[in-house]
């Protein structure tokens, strides 16, 4: 007997690993932590996020885990900005609950079957989703990664201007009329067009 797409991800310890790992992280700054013990901790999980996702091919789950655990990195890049600056640290619990919740939700898409993911992603991106029907109202083609101009404006890579040229540094995957297609790290993306 086959295993189903559901239970494969249920097992795959690449993704359970990454998502413990911002668990611990979670769970060492409620304890109440100093900078250094934050900044040091961090690395340690990035390293070990890093490394876990490099072992799985679910670009989907990959995509929540790094927002969960970008949120934690930036926590900490405003936490040594304020102590650089003079400031008293702000927000700082706040951001830990947006991670903590990134995190719950990252785990949620990571074990949901495809009906479940496509449900968490329609109600996490609703102006992609609202991207996706207007291109799909409006016809508009699809080209090399099936992601339409508005639908690639929508996208989270904010260092692309509007009619510019990036680069994808990570795997991303865009919701399209047809679902899910992916864009591979390296890929020069330009108006919605994405080239090796």
Known sequence: MGCSKKDARQKDPSLQSALDE????????????TYPQYSERLLVAKGN??????????????????KALD?????????????DSGREP??????????????TNAANFAFAD???RETISESENPELQDAVKADTANGAQSNTTGASPATAA???MASVPPGG?????NAISV??????TGIGPGYRVNSGEAKP
């Open 154 to 156: 929508v996208l989270p």
């Open 71 to 83: 949120i934690y990195i930036t926590t900490g890049e405003e936490w040594k900005n304020s102590i």
């Open 90 to 103: 702000a927000g700082l619990q706040e951001r830990w609950e947006q991670a903590k919740k990134a995190t």
């Open 175 to 180: 919701i399209t009329p047809d679902g899910w």
């Open 165 to 169: 040229t990036g680069f994808s540094v």
């Open 114 to 116: 495809n009906a479940a």
């Open 22 to 33: 911002l668990t611990r992280l979670n769970s060492f700054v409620e304890t109440g932590v």
């Open 49 to 66: 996020i890093d490394l876990a996702l490099r072992h799985t091919n679910d670009e989907q789950a990959k995509i929540g885990i790094k």
